[in-house]
């Protein structure tokens, strides 16, 4: 049974940023796709970024290009999300999610098989 655990989550201003992380524990992390979704009240969960196992192939939702960044580190069964110029709408709880077919990028939640408990980020105007 794969293990996510999100962690980097807080309260911060507009402008500032913030660093994500998701430890992977119980699984191959190096052959999954992975992705980050955010969910804020009364709203779907959307795709934020997503990364291929090999880290050559990423997606990024339009509201985040240019700004957030994800990234893996598969010696450190880990995945990043590097957040900066936050701004209030990106307001959430943010969920690391894990496909075990990692040979592409995926933005569809529903196809992935493992999901973190989420970490909150509040972004204040």
């Known amino acids: 049974q794969v293990q996510l655990v999100e962690s980097g989550g807080g309260l911060v201003q507009a402008g500032d940023s913030l660093r994500l992380s998701c430890a992977a524990s119980?699984?191959?992390?190096?052959?999954?796709?992975m992705g980050w979704f955010r969910q804020a009240p009364g709203k779907e969960r959307d795709c934020v970024a997503t990364i291929m196992w090999s880290g050559t192939s990423t997606y990024y939702a339009d509201s985040v290009k240019g700004r957030f960044t994800i990234s893996r580190d598969n010696a450190k069964n880990t995945v990043y999300l590097q957040m900066n110029s936050l701004k209030p709408e990106d307001t959430a709880v943010y969920y690391c999610a894990a496909r075990s077919d990692g040979r592409y990028y995926y933005r569809n939640p529903r196809l992935y098989d493992y999901w973190g408990q989420g970490t909150q980020v509040t972004v204040s105007s």
């Open positions: 119980g699984g191959t992390f190096s052959s999954y796709a």
